[in-house]
């Protein structure tokens, strides 16, 4: 490019940037990655906390071959959403949430983590730079995703000496391809997600590519996710693979007790709340695969799954349908979840920040 056409397409970019859409197709959003403009960077060394951040251009980054990350995998993430409301305000969901439970994780995982404050800033600066492709209400959200890694080159197994915390966006809809049909999960009693003394109940990277085997198989055969069952028994109910699992019997509503192994969904902990608000009794404990069969209604929470209502699960050769359509339970817990999260229903808990 000569300097003249440079500096020309430089101009047409940050013109772009600060239109008010992007110029994509807002109805077809699936759960893919899209590149947005803008990710927020900082670093810190062991022993001292992290500096204070910036926004660069969203990119590739680049890592020692013997980064921690990159060798014995230490690293975390998040997920969390930024919306329109339709009075066009841009809001968060229980972002310090998310704050804590990162640095749970790195407690778990001997890595520093940044301060709630700066988690917070750092996700609001995210989606405010990258705006455009926040989109239109009603039709997706701009999904957040925090990553906390190891960066420091370390050869002998032992904690990095560098981290680094990366923040970066990407527009999203609906999780499943399935869209907001019913779900159809196949429990495994042969692959386990985490185990007792793991690191299931933290958000580590770590948790993540072994369930991808048993989820792919599951895909192929046309299920939408894998259940998996606690690695003791193997007769609890654990989590999904994306997601965390409720099931309706009756007038109560169970699900799985974190007990380390199960992921502190903060979904699933505003769903219990919400659920009780609505005058239904919510029981946390271990709930064995035979009551899962034997529910009225099934569903799962998840930040990106948001609450999926489940259609059939697929058990030891065995299927059992749940009752779908209108007058869910889990239907009405989701118009709720989603009308709190886009301004529509008065957010009696505090949950929403705007930014
Ligand atoms: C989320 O729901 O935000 C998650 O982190 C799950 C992931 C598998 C997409």
């Avoid at 039709?139 to 990095?160: E, F, M």
Wanted: charged residues 20%; proline residues 4%; contains cysteine.
């Amino acid at each position: 490019l000569t300097a003249q056409a440079a500096s020309a397409l430089q101009k047409n970019e940050t013109r772009l940037r600060h239109e008010e859409y992007a110029d994509i197709d807002w109805n077809n959003l699936g759960f893919g990655l899209r590149p947005t403009d803008y990710m927020y960077k900082s670093k810190c060394t062991s022993h001292n906390t992290f500096q204070q951040g910036q926004l660069i251009d969203y990119g590739n980054v680049e890592l020692s071959p013997a980064a921690g990350v990159l060798n014995y995998g230490q690293g975390l993430f998040e997920g969390m959403k930024a919306v329109r409301g339709e009075d066009g305000r841009v809001l968060l969901f229980r972002p310090d949430q998310n704050a804590i439970r990162m640095q749970i994780g790195a407690e778990r995982m001997c890595m520093q983590s940044p301060s709630v404050e700066q988690f917070v800033d750092a996700v609001k600066q995210t989606a405010i730079a990258n705006k455009r492709w926040i989109p239109p209400p009603g039709k997706g959200s701009l999904y957040i995703r925090p990553l906390l890694i190891g960066t420091g080159p370390i050869l002998g197994l032992s904690p990095a000496h560098e981290y680094t915390f990366l923040v970066y966006a990407s527009p999203v809809g609906n999780y499943f391809k399935e869209g907001t049909a019913p779900l159809n999960l196949y429990v495994h009693n042969e692959f386990h997600r985490t185990t007792r003394g793991g690191v299931g109940g933290v958000k580590s990277i770590t948790n993540y590519a072994p369930v991808l085997k048993p989820l792919l198989r599951a895909k192929e055969q046309g299920f939408s996710d894998v259940v998996y069952l606690d690695s003791v028994h193997k007769k609890y109910i654990e989590e999904v693979s994306s997601c965390n699992i409720f099931l309706v019997k009756g007038d109560v509503i169970s699900t799985p007790s974190t007990i380390g192994t199960i992921l502190e969904g903060i979904t699933r902990k505003s769903i219990i709340d919400i659920a009780q608000d609505l005058g239904y009794k919510v029981v946390e404990r271990l709930v064995a695969i035979d009551e899962l069969m034997e529910a009225d209604e099934v569903f799962t929470t998840g930040t990106a799954v948001t609450v999926a209502t489940v259609g059939s699960i697929t058990y030891n050769g065995q299927r059992v349908e749940y009752k779908t359509g209108d007058g869910l339970l889990s239907q009405r817990l989701y118009k709720r979840l989603v009308g709190i999260q886009v301004g529509k229903i008065e957010d009696k808990h505090n949950w929403v920040v705007e930014i």
